[in-house]
């Protein structure tokens, strides 16, 4: 029943901070519009289809900080210090999460809330039907803008370590509630603040940014489709 009660919260809270943040950045909002247009060609949106609540599918949005097509050259999903494809304007964008902002849309529409998992790009591992139980727990809560992961190392940990947060978040949740997304939203505008953990580590530095994203793609699938194992969860520190 407890637990009923705080899913209710939660959606209550995604719905009102969400709906109050776009009308107060609106402002802001219209002033990054502006300068990614005037900074290089393309949309000012970037859409995204990505993995939610029981892996369903929905277009993510954020600022665009890349080139158009971004996706398809270089590194692909992954994002190393100095990349060639991001904007001048996205590199900003980036270091302040600013680019995250227009995900509050996918809150109000309730695509995703404001702290849960984040959402995965829908082949970034692999199969969904396939995945192990480990892989699978993390999408029994709806997908969100920051969680435990973010503020646990962001883009500094690997999506192993990443799942193992998420499903610390999950089992977690169901004993601390709202209160538990308090502490994680006020964890997070500490990191944005640090501009922390912002690109992936490389594998070996010697490879290539294209080498090295291929290498990682490729363990991320392995390890997300190995046969189910037991492995005790770390409750988090209240």
Not at 107 to 117: F, Y
Not at 188 to 205: L, P, R, S
Request: glycine letters at 6%; proline letters at 3%.
């Amino acid at each position: 029943m407890w637990y009923f009660i705080n899913r209710f919260f939660k959606r209550f809270f995604d719905i009102f901070l969400s709906l109050l943040a776009l009308i107060i950045l609106l402002p802001f909002f219209l002033i990054i519009a502006l300068a990614i247009k005037i900074n290089s060609k393309g949309p000012v949106f970037f859409k995204q289809e990505r993995r939610t609540k029981n892996g369903r599918i929905f277009k993510m949005y954020k600022f665009r900080s890349m080139v158009v097509n971004a996706e398809s050259m270089g590194a692909g999903l992954f994002n190393y210090e100095n990349d060639p494809r991001v904007t001048k304007v996205g590199r900003f964008l980036r270091k302040t999460s600013l680019d995250e902002l227009p995900q509050l849309w996918n809150v109000l529409k309730g695509d995703i809330s404001l702290v849960g998992p984040r959402p995965s790009v829908t082949y970034e591992l692999g199969d969904y039907d396939t995945l192990n139980s480990k892989y699978k727990k993390r999408f029994t809560m709806r997908g969100g803008i920051t969680g435990l992961a973010q503020i646990k190392g962001r883009n500094e940990n690997c999506w192993d370590e990443k799942v193992t947060y998420d499903n610390q978040y999950v089992d977690s949740f169901k004993k601390q509630g709202c209160w538990l997304d308090i502490k994680i939203l006020f964890g997070t505008v500490f990191k944005v603040f640090k501009k922390a953990d912002i690109y992936e580590e490389k594998q070996d530095e010697n490879m290539s940014d294209e080498e090295s994203a291929k290498a990682a793609e490729e363990e991320i699938i392995r390890i997300a489709h190995l046969p189910d194992e037991e492995e005790p969860q770390k409750e988090i520190e209240k």
